[in-house]
């Protein structure tokens, strides 16, 4: 079955993508796609636009996000509503991924962002008759592109950071989950953002890229890494900026010294969290054999407690894609073949409908299985039991992703030690998957998960340009090095390297 189908009417007739409800499979309504005409008059509306946003300064800009913030927490049970009906997910899991987290966006950067971009005096250490403002300007219109896993938040917390940078923003959501990504035009609709400021324009592949190709000044983009390379090669070519937050295979290593109770806990959450659709889900999980038995033992045990549902109280919705229902059979079926063991779940729940899956645990698993190496958005905890911390790590960094992983010890000196040797963007330490939802933290992948980062100074930051503005200090009517050249120039700036790097206090004082 399709949740979503493009349909035309005649030849000239507007495209238009039909939606359905993964849980219900009932009609939910349509959009229509946007030409690509249209994407580049949304690129220029959004330009014309930007430098009235840019004047509003750090204030005015602030005021407008909280007047945003009041909204989402006013018309909270609407926008739940529009995301559950989207994504079949409990309403418990949309607070938590998207509204929460969303009002943490809305009230953090507004705060924050005067002081992280304020313009800086920044002292010289060599050239002292100058001085340096480094400014961070911002880059104009950022093109934000996003997925269908988190499709409020993963819409909204770019547009925030790109909007308090003082740009304007053109965005794509997901044509799997469109009305989640309106919400965000929505939102600051109601909180009387002045027009095109930021601008949804709708539909799938071919508006993104559409938008890559329509003159923006920086894409932010978030989703597979195929797309996210076809974007990194049209970004090459035109030399546009662009932020890709790609796919992860998350790893999780359990420690001999681990509480094996909370860890267990932890496995489960952070496989099986919106179904284990989302980048930073737990998809590997290695444990020391000291605690394996029990370690497997409390996760089946939790894994077969858990309730799938399309209403009223759950904790697992459906497979929001149908096309990842085929890529967990693949991945269950080759690891069966493979010799690995089923302890629980296995196969689709047909009784819920036909997009729900049993959440699933398999041991003897190794690293020549699919499931092992391809990104899965599935519930899926496949357990690898490991000599010691050392075979973990080989066996952690044995993939091409490099997003985010978890390590499980009660020793934090210890945690830090293995954290470091991971490759990977991110790591948490007895918690799985909290890093996007730590603010402060700057969120991206490592190897094939992405390129650049998004949240924190280091978020805000990618969506301006440092300008660095280099001031004379003392107006003198002539400068050394300026013409004409004469040996006695050359001299004297031999001498002032000699001095500079040649001696104790040249190398002190700069
Ligand atoms: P996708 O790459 O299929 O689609 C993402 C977006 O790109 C959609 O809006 C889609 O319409 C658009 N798109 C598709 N082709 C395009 C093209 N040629 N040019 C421009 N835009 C195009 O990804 P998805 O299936 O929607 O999302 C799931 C993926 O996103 C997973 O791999 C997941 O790990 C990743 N993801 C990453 C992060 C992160 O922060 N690293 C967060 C969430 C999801």
Known sequence: MAIVESVQNGSNGPRRMKLSSPSTETPIGEITVTTAEEVRAAVRRARAAQSGWEATGFDGRRRYMEKALKVLLRRQEEFID?????????????????????CDSLAYYPKKAKKILADQKVPLHLLKNKKMVLSYRPLGVIGIITPWNGPFILSLNPTVQALMAGNTVVLKPSEVTPFSGKLVAELFR???LPEDIVIVVEGDGETGAALVDAGVDKIS???????????GEACGRSLTPCTLELGGKDPMIVCADADVVRAAGGAVFGAMMNCGQFCSSTERVYVVEAVADEFIGRVVEKVKKLKLGTAGDFDLGPIIWPNQL?????????AIAKGAKLLTGGKRALEMGKLFYEPTVLVDVTHDMALMREERFGPIVPIVRVRDENEALRLAND???????????????KAIRLA????????CVNDSAITYGVTEAPFGGRKSSGVGQVNGDAGLKSYCFAQPIVLDRFGIKEEQMWYPYTGEKVK?????MKWVWGTPLG???T
């Open 82 to 102: 529009v995301i559950v009906r989207e994504t079949g997910r409990s309403r418990m899991e949309t607070i938590m991924m998207e509204i929460f987290p969303g």
């Open 190 to 192: 109601d909180a009387g």
């Open 221 to 231: 983009f978030t989703g597979s890494v195929r797309t996210g390379r076809k974007i």
């Open 326 to 334: 085929e890529i967990i059979e693949r991945h269950v079926q080759d």
């Open 399 to 413: 993939c091409v992703y490099g997003l985010a992983a978890n390590v499980w010890t009660k020793d934090n000196d």
């Open 420 to 427: 470091k040797r991971i490759e990977a963007g991110a790591v």
């Open 492 to 496: 004297i700036l031999q001498k002032i």
């Open 507 to 509: 190398r002190m004082m």
